[in-house]
T-cell receptor, first 116, second 116 residues
Framework: GAGVSQTPSNKVTEKGKYVELRCDPISGHTALYWYRQSLGQGPEFLIYFQGTGAADDSGLPNDRFFAVRPEGSVSTLKIQRTERGDSAVYLC??????????????FGQGTRLTVV | AQSVAQPEDQVNVAEGNPLTVKCTYSVSGNPYLFWYVQYPNRGLQFLLKYITGDNLVKGSYGFEAEFNKSQTSFHLKKPSALVSDSALYFCAVRDQERGRDDKIIFGKGTRLHILP
């Protein structure tokens, strides 16, 4: 596709439920990032993939959060037993030549998750 | 620890005047620095980057940024502001910590208001 696509754009879920957020990166981009942005804050790093493997998952806040990228393209961020504090905009980004330090990341529009 | 600081929550500038949005950083090695802009209900858009070479880098929409190694700063600038420049601006640095050198860390953002 022309850009990074994230679905759904909005998700409302009840506390304790399981949710999946999808990211479709720019075609050919090998690096994929997930960030979380709360109101009035900058993007908070969650996890970074190079190809199919998670190169850095140090930003995942706890074991309720998990992400996969089984074929090195689409990625899914999974949140179990959601809590109200998980409410935020979840951003996905991709970049070419994964591992190349001078490559900027291109962002999707984000998924706004609201836990009620 | 690697970090990015944007000391101003908000900057107000009259249309036609020059603008500066401040950013300072801290990394263990050589920094790779980025500026992104976020318009309401939109994803983050890449503006410009510094990797190496000239300290003054030029980017999209007439923006430029000046890398100052001694002051560890990367301030965003524009000679003549437009009302349409009003948005949220994020400075970012690629983390140079060994083993995690592809993670991009963002500042908390600066809201730029251009007054007509």
């Amino acid at each position: 596709g022309a850009g990074v696509s994230q679905t759904p754009s909005n998700k409302v879920t009840e506390k304790g439920k399981y949710v999946e957020l999808r990211c479709d990166p720019i075609s050919g981009h090998t690096a994929l990032y997930w960030y979380r942005q709360s109101l009035g804050q900058g993007p908070e790093f969650l996890i970074y993939f190079q190809g199919t493997g998670a190169a850095d998952d140090s930003g995942l806040p706890n074991d309720r959060f998990f992400a996969v990228r089984p074929e090195g393209s689409v990625s899914t961020l999974k949140i179990q037993r959601t809590e109200r504090g998980d409410s935020a905009v979840y951003l996905c980004a991709s970049s070419s030549r994964g591992g190349s330090r001078n490559t900027e990341a291109f962002f999707g529009q984000g998924t706004r998750l609201t836990v009620v | 620890a690697q970090s990015v600081a944007q000391p101003e929550d908000q900057v107000n500038v009259a249309e036609g005047n020059p603008l500066t949005v401040k950013c300072t950083y801290s990394v263990s090695g050589n920094p790779y620095l980025f500026w992104y802009v976020q318009y309401p209900n939109r994803g983050l858009q890449f503006l410009l980057k510094y990797i190496t070479g000239d300290n003054l880098v030029k980017g999209s929409y007439g923006f430029e940024a000046e890398f100052n190694k001694s002051q560890t700063s990367f301030h965003l600038k524009k000679p003549s502001a437009l009302v349409s420049d009003s948005a949220l601006y994020f400075c970012a640095v690629r983390d140079q910590e060994r083993g995690r050198d592809d993670k991009i860390i963002f500042g908390k953002g600066t809201r730029l208001h251009i007054l007509p």
